[in-house]
């Protein structure tokens, strides 16, 4: 039996901020993938995600669209923290936040281990709606009080698979146990190893658990 007929809506079904829709449109994407149309609503709807599906089927936009549309320009500390393994992957999420925020004046900073620490303490002393960062560097900036996650909303724990294969999951759960505990996880992974399920039950809230095979 073919799906298609599912995936017929258009980013204007689920978003309704102009400023973000016309980001949308910038980047030339037409229509949300299938796991874009699953993870949206569930993020809008502010409850804990668990979403597993291959690599490159649009999982940073599936949550950087809806925590952008929700996000209040007017607070000055970081309300979205999103945790994943590499300094590459890092200043990729850090771009997609800054291009999908443009007409919200989104403040988007990424942290990683090799780049001078003075630097993001910098950058992260101005305005910073979203924190991107591997867990070394993220636990470095907290220890040093140049990071103040009290009104963190949301945190993303992105590549959960490969934050465990990199030996980070004790690390991420010390940077867990720092946050404000109300407030919502996302969890992308292209696997759903023991360890991250362990993570996901100690930490998540009866999370909506998503998983797209693509066929296509
Ligand atoms: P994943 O995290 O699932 O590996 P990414 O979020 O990195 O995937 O997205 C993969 C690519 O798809 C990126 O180049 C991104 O810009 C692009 N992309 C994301 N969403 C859409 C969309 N709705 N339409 C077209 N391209 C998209
Ligand atoms: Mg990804």
Redesign the pocket.
Known sequence: MSKRGIYMHSFSHYIQDSKVLQAIED???????P??EKVLPIVQSKQDVIAK?K???????AFAIPLIEQMNWEENKPQVLVLVPTRELAV?VKE?FTNIGRYKRIKAVAVYGRQPIRFQMTALRQKTHVVVGTPGRIMDHIERGTLHLDQLTTLVIDEADELLHMGFIDQVEKIIKKLPTKRQTLL?SATYADEIKRLAEKYMKTPVFIEHEAKE
């Open positions: 980047l030339g994407y037409k229509k949300p993938t796991i874009q599906s690599t490159g089927s649009g999982k940073t936009a990729q997609d992308f």
